[in-house]
């Protein structure tokens, strides 16, 4: 199977200043992984992924980093906007399943 | 294009009575998954489905829930007898395969049942 945790459950950030998301995983076979944001009453919204043969993939205002070596992922939002408000949460993929972490929750400061 | 579409999105039951909560998935989707979601955790798999088959329902409960995906028409996920414990957001994804390539997930709006 697989374990995917955040390391901070909340995240509080000024506008304007970048965020960091972090998450680990377990298995080391996982070789696909997506960030999702959840916003409140709404589902997860995709909004970037990566595959295990890759370190880093950008978006728009969003990065993300793959550590293989330390099985850690990282989400990076670029001049966080209030919009940005949400609970983001990574899902790793190993063989059939996707296996979720319980989520950050970002606030962001006007 | 549409997204996956669920209905309803909240659903009140009273214990013991049945729910059925529907899912339709992004055009040109033919793999769903169900997840169920309770508040501060994270979305636990219950069942994956491709048309007509079931392919995975390892993370469903064995008695009262079950799933399908006919030729035609949603997705369901049935669940008889509910208990106040069945009280969670149940999420749908659907991807357009499970290969490399076409595993991605996308979500539904959720359907919140509250089981009184």
């Known amino acids: 199977g697989e374990s995917v945790g955040l390391h901070l459950p909340t995240l509080s950030v000024q506008e304007g200043d970048n965020s960091i998301i972090n998450c680990a995983y377990s298995?080391?076979?996982?070789?696909?992984f997506i960030w999702y944001k959840q916003e409140s009453g709404k589902g997860p919204q995709f909004i970037i992924d990566i595959r295990s043969n890759m370190d880093k993939r950008q978006g728009q205002r969003v990065t993300v980093l793959l550590n293989k070596t330390v099985k850690h992922l990282s989400l990076q939002i670029a001049a966080t906007q209030p919009g940005d408000s949400a609970v983001y949460f990574c899902a790793a993929n190993t063989g059939n399943q996707f296996y979720f972490g319980t989520g950050t929750s970002l606030t962001v400061i006007p | 294009n549409a997204g996956v579409m669920q209905n309803p999105r909240h659903l009140v039951r009273r214990r013991g009575q049945e729910a059925r909560l529907r899912c339709s998935p992004m055009?040109?989707?033919?793999?769903v998954y169900w997840y169920r979601q309770l508040p501060e955790e994270g979305l636990k798999f219950m069942v994956y489905?491709?048309?007509?088959?079931?392919?995975?329902e390892s993370g469903m409960p064995k008695e009262r829930f079950s799933a399908e995906f006919p030729k035609e028409g949603p997705s369901i996920l049935r669940i008889q007898q509910v208990v106040r414990g069945d009280s969670a957001a149940y999420f749908c994804a659907s991807s357009p395969g499970m290969v490399a390539g076409q595993e991605t997930q996308y979500f539904g709006p959720g359907t919140r049942l509250l089981v009184l």
């Open positions: 298995n080391s076979a996982s070789d696909y």
């Open positions: 055009k040109g989707h033919s793999h």
């Open positions: 489905l491709q048309k007509e088959n079931i392919i995975d």
